[in-house]
């Protein structure tokens, strides 16, 4: 699962969320013409670790959510 959609499903699972901005939570960017409010989440970069022998396999990801009203 990508960060992005494991952010929207925590999301989604909040009552206190859903019930401000129901299921109009983008990725990337919002849809046209879209009723407000809504959250867009973009991911704003990845970072892969690296050691002596190659790359670990971890990974820093930077997410961030913006919520317009």
């Known amino acids: ?3 992005e959609q ?3 499903a925590i999301l989604e ?3 206190d969320v859903t019930s401000v901005i129901g299921n109009r939570i983008f ?3 919002a849809q046209q013409g879209c009723a407000m409010p809504f959250a867009v989440i973009q991911r704003d970069g990845t970072e892969v670790d690296h050691h002596l022998l190659g790359a670990s396999g971890l990974r820093l990801a930077r997410i961030s959510v913006a ?3």
């Open 6 to 8: 494991a952010i929207i």
């Open 1 to 3: 699962m990508k960060p």
């Open 27 to 29: 990725t990337g960017y």
């Open 67 to 69: 919520l317009y009203g």
């Open 13 to 15: 699972a909040a009552s």
